[in-house]
């Protein structure tokens, strides 16, 4: 519900306009903790996929230290070009930036047991994804027709597939922990549920910021049940605060750089994708927030921001960033349209990103208890693609477009070693899943005669889709 004390209606439509700052500083600090889960997560991920993450005993875990500290202070920088902007660059909205879901399933494969050594690839691929996605900004609007609800939707549920059972080995110990009588134990998996239930419990009995913030204030209840029953213990959060340090700063190429083929036409193809669901969550900032239809200046900046802020982050070893679409609800439910708010809520991640200590302690967090978060975040990923689903019309066309790329997508994701006579950079690609799905969905849509839409499906296959468009096109890969 909107504030009006914070403004009058007139104002709080505005993105020029800021609010008294005792008012603007915490409601930029809720946008950050909206999110902040969400926007570490991949870093903790992509290091557990390398082989140095939780659990690991990698002689590399440091390194996930700065990968976190990264993933902070580049959503930071990215949300301020997006709110502040530089002539064209920036849509000038209240739009938080953040790492991006949507990649994981392009990134796990390339770094897949490699350790840091497989980071130059990644990072060469960031960059340079980061520039083709600022090139899109040229032609956004031109492009839109090729992405509908039965593309992006699928895209989307097949990201959170593809995702789930990563918060299902968190939850029950670990890769590391494969194997072993601790992985699966009702220890570890009674911290995962703790998570569980105090998360579920704030979404549907709470309202306001307790329900925004439930998976982070999860994962901090679950963080005191795992101090309380001894899976982590009050010396190794010491120890690990004491070598953090209490400041520092980025580090240019510190991991090198590296041009892998399969790389960058990875988070190329990936960067479409991002690239309208950012355009959808413009849309929704400007609906919700003031009312109207965005810009094509402001859906432009925004696409060259998401670019220009993805290609930085990866010259210092920070993931691919987007817009998050849970910010998107937030500004819905406070009313406050303010840019300046969220810059204000940027300007803390930056402060978090050059303080180590605070990675330091996100790096405490046990896997067990940040498989409960992530089990809710990555089944929220699907449930979101599925909603998108409910907006296409299921009859026998899309119904054939739907499971061939489903059937493929989902099949490789589970059986890699299918396309192990390929070379590396197809093989790396197909396993994936994801790029082949969606790169038959968008063909087989463009090819296929929109007579055939007429035919019905019979039977209990019938779809009940109502096709009203424009309402799936948020980004739901965020959280």
């Keep these: 519900m909107t504030d009006t004390s914070l403004g009058t209606p007139e104002q709080l439509r505005d993105p020029d306009y800021t609010p008294a700052l005792y008012k603007a500083v915490p409601l930029g600090i809720q946008h950050v903790l909206a999110m902040f889960v969400s ?25 996930l230290l700065y990968l976190i500290q990264m993933s902070m202070l580049f959503a930071g920088i990215a949300t301020l ?52 996605h600022m090139v899109l900004g040229l032609f956004i609007g031109r492009i839109r027709f090729a ?8 895209v989307v549920t097949l990201i959170g597939l593809a995702l789930v059972r990563v918060g299902i080995q968190y939850a029950a110990g670990g890769v590391p922990a494969i194997g072993t009588e601790e992985y699966g134990s009702l220890l570890n998996w009674s911290a995962a549920l703790v998570v ?35 899976i982590l213990s009050l010396e190794a ?25 399969a790389a960058i036409l990875g988070f190329c193809l990936m960067a479409f994708v991002s690239a309208v669901e950012t355009v959808g969550d413009v849309s ?15 859906i432009t900046g925004a696409t060259y921001a998401d670019g220009l802020g993805t290609a930085i982050a990866g010259v210092f070893g920070g993931f691919p960033n987007t817009s998050f679409s849970q910010n998107v609800g937030l500004i819905a439910m406070t009313g406050v349209m303010s840019r300046h708010v969220v810059t204000i809520g940027a300007l803390f991640l930056i402060l978090c990103g050059l303080v180590p200590k605070v990675g330091g302690i996100i790096r405490t967090v046990p896997i067990e208890v940040l498989g409960g978060g992530v089990i809710v975040m990555f089944g929220m990923v699907v449930a979101a693609g599925v909603s998108m689903l409910s907006d296409v019309i299921w009859n026998r066309r899309n119904m054939v477009i739907f499971a061939i790329s489903l059937s493929i997508g989902l099949g490789l994701q589970l059986e890699p070693g299918a396309v192990q006579y390929l070379p590396d950079t197809a093989r790396m690609l197909m396993t994936s899943g994801l790029l082949p799905a969606a790169f038959l969905a968008i063909v087989l849509n463009l090819l296929l005669s929109e007579e055939l839409a007429a035919e019905e499906v019979s039977g209990g296959l019938a779809g009940h889709g109502d096709g009203l468009k424009g309402k799936g096109e948020t980004n739901a890969a965020n959280i």
């Design 39 to 63: 926007n570490v997560t991949p870093a903790i991920i992509v290091a557990g996929a390398a082989g140095f993450g939780f659990g690991s005993n990698s002689p590399d875990f440091p390194e």
């Design 284 to 298: 929704g900032i400007t609906k919700g927030g003031a009312g109207r239809e965005a810009t094509d200046a402001e």
């Design 81 to 132: 070009i997006q709110t502040v902007g530089a002539g064209p660059v920036g849509a000038k909205l209240p739009i938080v930036q953040g790492t991006s879901f949507a990649f994981i399933p392009i990134m796990i494969p390339l770094v897949a047991g490699r350790g840091v050594d497989g980071l130059a690839a990644l990072f060469g691929g960031v960059i340079v994804g980061g520039l083709f």
């Design 147 to 154: 992405l509908p609800p039965l593309v992006t939707g699928l």
């Design 196 to 230: 569980i239930v105090v998360t579920l419990g704030l979404k549907f009995f709470t309202r306001g910021m307790l329900s925004v913030s439930a998976v982070l204030i999860g994962l901090v209840v679950g963080y005191f049940y795992a101090i309380g029953v001894g």
């Design 237 to 261: 959060i010491g120890q690990s605060w004491e070598r953090a340090a209490t400041f520092a700063l980025p580090d240019p190429f510190r991991y090198g750089f590296e041009f892998s083929i």
